[in-house]
Protein backbone atom coordinates (compact mmCIF):
# COMPACT_ATOMS: atom_id res chain seq x y z
CA UNK A 1 0.00 0.00 0.00
CA UNK A 2 1.53 3.47 -1.02
CA UNK A 3 2.03 5.59 1.98
CA UNK A 4 -1.06 7.84 3.27
CA UNK A 5 -0.60 11.20 3.32
CA UNK A 6 -2.38 12.85 5.96
CA UNK A 7 -2.83 16.76 6.29
CA UNK A 8 -3.91 17.98 10.58
CA UNK A 9 -6.37 21.01 10.13
CA UNK A 10 -4.76 23.32 13.13
CA UNK A 11 -5.04 25.97 15.07
CA UNK A 12 -2.15 26.52 16.88
CA UNK A 13 2.03 26.38 16.80
CA UNK A 14 0.95 23.11 19.71
CA UNK A 15 -0.68 21.67 16.85
CA UNK A 16 1.80 21.69 14.46
CA UNK A 17 4.51 20.30 17.06
CA UNK A 18 2.13 17.65 18.19
CA UNK A 19 1.36 16.84 14.00
CA UNK A 20 5.27 16.38 13.17
CA UNK A 21 5.74 14.31 16.52
CA UNK A 22 2.81 12.22 15.35
CA UNK A 23 4.31 11.70 11.97
CA UNK A 24 1.89 13.72 9.78
CA UNK A 25 2.94 14.52 6.53
CA UNK A 26 2.11 18.72 6.58
CA UNK A 27 -1.13 20.76 8.49
CA UNK A 28 -3.24 23.24 7.49
CA UNK A 29 -3.16 26.53 9.57
CA UNK A 30 -6.20 28.22 10.64
CA UNK A 31 -8.11 30.45 12.93
CA UNK A 32 -11.41 30.21 14.16
CA UNK A 33 -11.87 26.32 13.56
CA UNK A 34 -15.25 26.76 14.74
CA UNK A 35 -16.48 29.14 11.50
CA UNK A 36 -15.10 26.60 9.66
CA UNK A 37 -11.94 27.93 9.55
CA UNK A 38 -10.16 31.51 8.71
CA UNK A 39 -7.15 33.26 7.45
CA UNK A 40 -4.76 32.83 11.26
CA UNK A 41 -2.80 36.00 12.31
CA UNK A 42 0.67 36.73 10.56
CA UNK A 43 2.48 36.16 14.27
CA UNK A 44 0.75 32.48 14.28
CA UNK A 45 1.56 32.04 10.46
CA UNK A 46 5.20 33.14 10.98
CA UNK A 47 5.53 31.36 14.33
CA UNK A 48 3.93 27.96 13.16
CA UNK A 49 6.24 28.04 9.93
CA UNK A 50 9.34 28.84 12.37
CA UNK A 51 8.77 25.92 14.53
CA UNK A 52 7.98 22.85 12.32
CA UNK A 53 9.55 21.15 9.85
CA UNK A 54 6.08 20.28 8.03
CA UNK A 55 4.45 22.04 5.26
CA UNK A 56 2.34 24.97 6.67
CA UNK A 57 -0.80 25.34 4.21
CA UNK A 58 -2.40 28.95 5.49
CA UNK A 59 -5.87 29.33 4.99
CA UNK A 60 -6.80 32.28 3.18
CA UNK A 61 -10.46 33.13 4.07
CA UNK A 62 -11.70 36.69 5.47
CA UNK A 63 -14.40 35.70 6.96
CA UNK A 64 -16.82 33.13 8.04
CA UNK A 65 -20.39 32.23 6.02
CA UNK A 66 -20.26 31.81 2.72
CA UNK A 67 -17.71 32.16 -0.19
CA UNK A 68 -19.05 35.03 -2.41
CA UNK A 69 -16.53 38.09 -1.67
CA UNK A 70 -16.53 41.73 -2.25
CA UNK A 71 -13.76 43.29 -3.72
CA UNK A 72 -12.54 44.63 -0.54
CA UNK A 73 -12.18 41.11 0.52
CA UNK A 74 -10.39 40.23 -2.00
CA UNK A 75 -7.77 42.85 -1.98
CA UNK A 76 -7.49 41.02 1.92
CA UNK A 77 -7.30 37.66 0.19
CA UNK A 78 -4.52 38.84 -1.79
CA UNK A 79 -2.40 40.91 0.71
CA UNK A 80 -2.70 37.35 2.95
CA UNK A 81 -1.76 35.40 0.36
CA UNK A 82 1.34 37.71 -0.33
CA UNK A 83 1.82 37.43 3.97
CA UNK A 84 1.86 33.62 3.64
CA UNK A 85 4.44 33.95 0.58
CA UNK A 86 6.83 35.84 2.34
CA UNK A 87 6.61 33.68 5.38
CA UNK A 88 7.58 30.40 3.50
CA UNK A 89 4.14 28.62 3.82
CA UNK A 90 4.17 25.49 2.09
CA UNK A 91 0.99 26.39 0.39
CA UNK A 92 -2.43 28.04 0.43
CA UNK A 93 -5.65 27.32 0.46
CA UNK A 94 -9.00 29.20 -0.62
CA UNK A 95 -12.54 28.82 -2.27
CA UNK A 96 -14.53 31.38 -4.08
CA UNK A 97 -18.17 30.66 -5.83
CA UNK A 98 -20.14 32.90 -7.57
CA UNK A 99 -23.76 34.22 -6.51
CA UNK A 100 -25.08 31.18 -8.23
CA UNK A 101 -23.12 28.68 -6.89
CA UNK A 102 -20.36 27.98 -9.42
CA UNK A 103 -16.92 28.24 -8.88
CA UNK A 104 -15.68 31.49 -9.58
CA UNK A 105 -13.55 30.94 -12.08
CA UNK A 106 -11.85 34.93 -12.81
CA UNK A 107 -11.23 34.94 -9.05
CA UNK A 108 -9.81 31.83 -8.37
CA UNK A 109 -7.31 32.77 -11.33
CA UNK A 110 -6.34 35.75 -9.81
CA UNK A 111 -5.42 33.98 -6.33
CA UNK A 112 -3.48 31.27 -7.87
CA UNK A 113 -1.06 33.89 -10.21
CA UNK A 114 -0.07 35.89 -6.51
CA UNK A 115 -0.30 32.32 -5.05
CA UNK A 116 2.74 30.68 -7.23
CA UNK A 117 4.87 29.04 -6.75
CA UNK A 118 2.67 27.67 -3.52
CA UNK A 119 0.80 24.77 -3.74
CA UNK A 120 -2.50 25.65 -4.15
CA UNK A 121 -5.93 23.89 -2.33
CA UNK A 122 -9.59 24.45 -2.86
CA UNK A 123 -11.29 24.13 -0.22
CA UNK A 124 -14.75 22.61 1.00
CA UNK A 125 -16.46 25.76 -0.44
CA UNK A 126 -16.59 22.91 -3.47
CA UNK A 127 -19.06 21.06 -0.91
CA UNK A 128 -21.74 24.24 -1.81
CA UNK A 129 -21.25 24.37 -5.37
CA UNK A 130 -23.99 23.64 -7.78
CA UNK A 131 -22.42 20.85 -9.97
CA UNK A 132 -19.61 18.63 -8.68
CA UNK A 133 -18.66 17.25 -11.99
CA UNK A 134 -18.53 20.71 -13.49
CA UNK A 135 -16.76 22.37 -10.60
CA UNK A 136 -13.97 20.07 -10.31
CA UNK A 137 -14.23 20.04 -14.40
CA UNK A 138 -13.22 24.13 -13.75
CA UNK A 139 -11.13 23.39 -10.95
CA UNK A 140 -8.76 21.26 -13.18
CA UNK A 141 -8.75 23.89 -16.26
CA UNK A 142 -7.29 26.46 -13.36
CA UNK A 143 -4.86 24.22 -12.67
CA UNK A 144 -5.42 23.97 -8.96
CA UNK A 145 -2.94 21.00 -7.06
CA UNK A 146 -5.65 19.94 -4.81
CA UNK A 147 -9.49 19.84 -3.98
CA UNK A 148 -10.34 19.28 -0.32
CA UNK A 149 -14.20 17.60 -0.10
CA UNK A 150 -16.69 15.97 2.32
CA UNK A 151 -18.65 14.64 -1.15
CA UNK A 152 -20.72 17.49 -0.49
CA UNK A 153 -22.31 15.91 2.44
CA UNK A 154 -21.90 16.36 6.73
CA UNK A 155 -18.61 13.59 6.51
CA UNK A 156 -16.73 11.74 3.99
CA UNK A 157 -18.00 8.44 5.01
CA UNK A 158 -21.78 9.60 3.49
CA UNK A 159 -19.92 11.62 0.48
CA UNK A 160 -17.60 8.55 -0.04
CA UNK A 161 -19.17 7.54 -3.26
CA UNK A 162 -18.73 11.02 -4.97
CA UNK A 163 -15.46 11.61 -3.79
CA UNK A 164 -14.33 8.69 -5.57
CA UNK A 165 -15.93 9.09 -8.45
CA UNK A 166 -14.11 12.92 -8.33
CA UNK A 167 -11.41 11.15 -7.84
CA UNK A 168 -11.91 9.17 -11.16
CA UNK A 169 -13.39 12.16 -13.11
CA UNK A 170 -10.20 14.20 -11.98
CA UNK A 171 -7.27 11.47 -13.26
CA UNK A 172 -4.26 12.27 -11.29
CA UNK A 173 -5.04 16.03 -13.05
CA UNK A 174 -5.52 16.94 -9.54
CA UNK A 175 -5.63 15.61 -5.86
CA UNK A 176 -9.02 14.90 -4.27
CA UNK A 177 -8.71 14.72 -0.88
CA UNK A 178 -11.18 13.94 1.74
CA UNK A 179 -11.61 16.00 4.74
CA UNK A 180 -14.58 16.41 7.08
CA UNK A 181 -15.39 13.73 10.07
CA UNK A 182 -12.66 11.67 9.54
CA UNK A 183 -12.07 9.78 13.20
CA UNK A 184 -9.89 6.47 14.10
CA UNK A 185 -13.22 4.43 14.23
CA UNK A 186 -13.92 5.25 10.50
CA UNK A 187 -11.02 6.52 8.67
CA UNK A 188 -10.05 2.94 7.55
CA UNK A 189 -13.51 2.43 5.71
CA UNK A 190 -13.14 6.12 4.43
CA UNK A 191 -9.91 5.49 2.33
CA UNK A 192 -11.17 1.70 1.40
CA UNK A 193 -14.62 3.59 -0.26
CA UNK A 194 -13.04 6.50 -1.71
CA UNK A 195 -9.43 5.20 -3.06
CA UNK A 196 -7.64 8.36 -1.90
CA UNK A 197 -3.79 8.69 -1.93
CA UNK A 198 -4.53 12.07 1.16
CA UNK A 199 -6.69 12.53 4.21
CA UNK A 200 -7.28 15.54 5.72
CA UNK A 201 -8.37 15.80 9.73
CA UNK A 202 -8.44 17.58 12.90
CA UNK A 203 -7.72 15.95 16.32
CA UNK A 204 -8.81 17.95 18.91
CA UNK A 205 -9.06 17.20 22.64
CA UNK A 206 -10.93 19.48 25.36
CA UNK A 207 -7.99 21.19 27.61
CA UNK A 208 -8.84 23.06 30.61
CA UNK A 209 -7.70 26.45 31.05
CA UNK A 210 -4.88 26.96 33.68
CA UNK A 211 -7.07 29.95 35.37
CA UNK A 212 -7.66 29.67 38.97
CA UNK A 213 -9.86 33.00 39.48
CA UNK A 214 -13.12 32.78 37.02
CA UNK A 215 -15.49 35.27 36.52
CA UNK A 216 -18.46 33.16 35.61
CA UNK A 217 -20.69 36.02 34.74
CA UNK A 218 -18.63 37.35 32.15
CA UNK A 219 -19.01 35.85 28.13
CA UNK A 220 -16.42 36.96 25.38
CA UNK A 221 -18.65 35.64 22.17
CA UNK A 222 -22.26 36.62 22.73
CA UNK A 223 -24.95 34.12 23.76
CA UNK A 224 -23.67 31.81 21.48
CA UNK A 225 -20.02 31.32 22.43
CA UNK A 226 -17.66 28.48 23.07
CA UNK A 227 -16.48 27.68 26.96
CA UNK A 228 -14.23 30.06 28.03
CA UNK A 229 -12.35 28.76 30.53
CA UNK A 230 -11.60 25.23 27.83
CA UNK A 231 -10.25 24.69 24.44
CA UNK A 232 -10.02 22.04 21.91
CA UNK A 233 -6.47 21.52 21.31
CA UNK A 234 -4.71 19.33 18.81
CA UNK A 235 -2.95 16.06 20.35
CA UNK A 236 -0.22 14.01 19.12
CA UNK A 237 -2.22 10.82 20.40
CA UNK A 238 -5.52 11.66 18.85
CA UNK A 239 -3.37 11.77 15.77
CA UNK A 240 -1.34 8.82 15.92
CA UNK A 241 -5.05 7.10 16.73
CA UNK A 242 -5.99 7.51 13.07
CA UNK A 243 -2.87 7.18 11.53
CA UNK A 244 -2.34 3.70 13.00
CA UNK A 245 -6.15 2.84 12.11
CA UNK A 246 -6.16 4.10 8.53
CA UNK A 247 -3.02 1.45 7.94
Known sequence: MTRLIAEICIDSVEGAIAAEQAGATRVELCANLLEGGTTPSLGLMETTIARTKLPVQVMIRPRGGDFLYSEIEVEMMLRDIAAARAARAGGVVFGCLTAD????????????????????????????????????QTLIGLGIDRLLTSGQEPSVLEGAPLIRRLIELAAGRLIVMPGGGITARNVARCVSETGASEIHFAALSESPSGMTHRNPNVFMGGELRPAEYARLVTTKGGIQSVLDAAH
Request: glycine share 2%; charged share 30%; aromatic share 6%.
Open 101 to 136: GKVDAKLTERLIAAARPLSVTFHRAFDVSRDPAEAL
